[in-house]
């Protein structure tokens, strides 16, 4: 017999095949898909990141993140309300400081009016009901655009972290909520948690920048406060490496026993793996900081039609809670969270 004759004698029993399961089943309506849904965004999974820069009535476009602006405060102020309006819970703020204010050991980070510490008094007095969530690192601060000080192309450690705990007390004393320490200097959770706790902010939360790898998708973030024309050299001797994850659940240990509250990976798509095993091992509150490169990388497509920005927008945000994410830091928010309003 030939091939042809075999496949046309031969009845296909899927049934028996799969054992009478039938997949497709609960796939064929749209009332069904939405039944057996598992996974959802609302706006309380959002963490908006917005740049803060100096001056009034200012909104400069960020050129690497499209529909992303640096605010001046009154304009961050507006974005404050925007976001209480759609039910975001929190701002996270990063600050574009002037070149001229950066220096070697970035002294601008411990200035109790530099722009953070303005941005979050003046957000804290017009919109208290939102949650500010503030970076700890040196990197928008130093004039070598590194999160630490530099001795002989060295970043130090433990200096960082006594100038790191500073840097955290100053932004809870203008009225942060969540302090995220993005440096990744060894026991800077625990040094802030102390100082904070001494300092009578016991109520301050600390998010910590737990599996920060050194990545190639912060480039648009660092157009974005300034730091790529300076940075020298790269990160990875603090940075995690792309390469490993064990090491993650090295770092989530470390910073619970030291007194974090919350726990982040990033970026996110890349490391939705590690995301997983966080949540898996530690059943801590875990997020993803889904980065300005994924937010570019997205835009850039949708814009050359490449693909359909808005569904692949959805479909990333809803891998983060697929993966165990309780939420997300996304460019996205206040569009998800709009869309999510009008429906
Ligand atoms: C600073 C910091 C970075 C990001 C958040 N905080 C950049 C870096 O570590 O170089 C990146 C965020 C993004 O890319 O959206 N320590």
């Avoid at 996270?92 to 400081?97: D, E, H, N, S």
């Avoid at 009901?129 to 060295?154: C, F, K, N, Q, W």
Wanted: net charge negative.
């Amino acid at each position: 017999k030939s091939t042809a004759e075999t496949q046309h004698s031969t009845k296909i029993d899927v049934s028996a095949i799969t054992g009478g399961r039938r997949m497709r089943r609960n796939r064929r309506s749209d009332w069904s898909r939405r039944l057996i849904r598992e996974n959802a965004i609302t706006a309380n999974d959002l963490i908006w990141p917005i740049f803060v820069l100096d001056g009034e009535n200012k909104i400069q476009p960020v050129s690497s993140m499209p529909g992303v602006d640096r605010l001046s405060i009154d304009n961050a102020v507006r974005a404050a309300e925007k976001a209480a309006k759609l039910g975001i819970p929190v701002l996270a703020l990063f600050p574009y400081t002037d070149p001229a204010l950066r220096d070697d050991t970035g002294t601008e980070a411990l200035n109790e009016n530099n722009l953070t510490c303005r941005a979050l008094r003046a957000i804290k007095k017009e919109v208290p009901e939102i949650g500010l969530m503030t970076d700890v690192a040196l990197d928008p601060y130093t004039s070598h655009g590194h999160d630490g000080l530099m001795r002989d192309g060295v970043i130090l450690n433990d200096e960082t972290v006594e100038q790191l705990t500073r840097q955290a007390l100053v932004q809870a004393e203008a009225g942060s909520d969540i302090i995220g320490p993005s440096d990744m200097m060894d026991g800077r959770i625990g040094a802030i948690r102390q100082a904070l706790d001494c300092g009578d902010y016991l109520d301050v939360q600390i998010m910590a920048y737990t599996a920060k790898y050194a990545s190639a998708f912060y480039g648009p973030f660092r157009d974005a406060v300034g730091a790529n024309a300076t940075l020298k050299g790269d990160k990875q001797t603090y940075q995690m490496d792309p390469c490993n994850s064990d090491e993650a659940l090295i770092e989530a240990e470390l910073d619970i026993s030291e007194g974090a509250d919350m726990l982040m990976v990033k970026p996110g798509m890349p490391y939705l793996d590690v995301l997983r095993r966080l949540k898996d091992s530690f059943a801590m509150p875990t997020f993803a900081y889904q980065v300005s490169g994924e937010y570019a990388m997205l835009c850039a497509a949708g814009q050359n039609g490449w693909l359909d920005q808005d569904r692949a927008m959805w479909e990333s945000l809803i891998a983060f809670k697929r993966a165990g994410a309780d939420g997300i830091l996304t460019y996205f928010a206040p569009k998800i969270a709009e869309a999510l309003a009008n429906k």
